[in-house]
Structure formats: structure tokens, C-alpha cells
């Protein structure tokens, strides 16, 4: 069966940290592009972060480069996101998404896990 399973959100003072854990199964986690959107209420699905399987490179919303770190695990099969300084604005349902290579299928997503990051 192929899952995403998001862990790690919670409630946070502005200025602390989280770390979002996403891990996969039933695919080739080494394979798939590994990225984290979030979704605040009333608001569009953004993407937050992404790290490339090929050679993990990243890429990060302007919002939150400098704060926030992606990473990958391949013997876990777990994706993270490091998120540090947080601001009240980072509050939001964060999602995990595996990209297949191009040709592969459909993405797969995550339930969500709420974050929420008090003034």
C-alpha cells in the first residue's frame, strides 16, 4: 500500500522550533522527489520546500528560506522539515508529497498534520 504519514506538528511559541517528519511506503521513496506544502485556513495549497532524489538538491519558498531546512533519509524512508524561528504566519496544515519521475503516475500525499504557532 503506498502512504505518506506526516508526524511532528503541535503548538509552538513564536521564535521555537519544529521537526516534521513524512515517512513513505509501498514506493520508491529513492526515487521520488520529496517536498512539503502547507495550507493555512482561507488560503491556497503553497509549496514550502522540495529535495530533488538525484542529487538532493533544495529549493524553498522566499517565505521561508533561511528558517525552515529540508532533508531526506533513504534508509528510513522519511522525509523532515526542520523548522526553526517560527512565526505566527507559519501557522497552517502541513503536507508531505512524493513527485514520481516524469512518465511514473500520480503524486502522493500526506494526510496533514497542523501546526500552529501562537504570538
Known amino acids: 500500500q503506498v502512504r505518506l504519514v506526516e508526524s511532528g506538528g503541535g503548538l509552538v511559541q513564536s521564535g521555537g522550533s519544529l521537526n516534521l517528519s513524512c515517512a513513505g511506503s509501498?514506493?520508491?521513496?529513492?526515487?521520488?522527489?520529496m517536498s512539503w506544502y502547507r495550507q493555512a485556513p482561507g488560503k491556497e495549497r503553497e509549496l514550502v520546500a522540495s529535495i530533488s532524489a538525484a542529487d538532493e538538491s533544495t529549493s524553498y519558498a522566499d517565505s521561508v528560506a533561511g528558517r525552515f531546512a529540508i532533508s531526506r533519509d533513504y534508509a528510513k524512508n522519511t522525509a523532515y522539515l526542520q523548522m526553526n524561528s517560527l512565526k505566527p504566519e507559519d501557522t497552517a496544515v502541513y503536507f508531505c508529497a512524493a513527485v514520481p519521475p516524469l512518465g511514473w503516475g500520480n503524486d502522493i500525499w500526506g494526510q496533514g498534520t497542523q501546526v500552529t504557532v501562537s504570538s
Open positions: 509501498g514506493f520508491t521513496f529513492s526515487s521520488y522527489t
